[in-house]
């Protein structure tokens, strides 16, 4: 059983060695409207997720993290999650929904999930306060 909570499923395994989105190189390659950053001291992981938004819809995401492989997955899942989707509906996607849509991480890696949404969350604070005067967001 103790080997059982190290157990990755295909598709975590799948965005972990195929990650979607990555950001490759100088983030000024991607003509993104904000970026959110978080980290987690105690385990060290840290993400920055890059949104580009259109009729407050996010068309496109792109991010970059240091971390463990459930990070990696968890990332790129949720920026293949919010595609299309408005600012309100993206920010809905939580730790649980990319929990699942993985088909669950193990227990103890549960926190990647939550640093992806968070760092979602973080992209949209700063692209509200960019563009709020805009469009009366």
Known sequence: MENQEWVYSDKVKDHFMNPR????????????????????????DQ??????????KIT??????YG??????????????IKGKTIDEAL???AKAIDDYLGNLPKHKFHCS??????LADAV???????????GI
């Open 21 to 44: 989105n990555f950001l490759f190189g100088d983030e000024n390659q991607f003509d993104y409207d904000a970026v959110g950053t978080v980290g987690n001291p105690v385990c060290g």
């Open 114 to 119: 939550i640093l992806g949404h968070e760092a």
């Open 92 to 94: 809905k996607i939580d």
């Open 60 to 65: 496109d995401a792109r991010w970059k993290t």
């Open 68 to 81: 463990c492989a459930s990070a990696i997955a968890s990332t790129s899942a949720l920026s293949e999650m």
């Open 125 to 135: 604070k700063e692209y509200r306060k960019n563009h709020s005067a805009d469009k």
């Open 47 to 56: 993400m920055k997720m890059y949104i580009k938004v259109e009729d407050n």
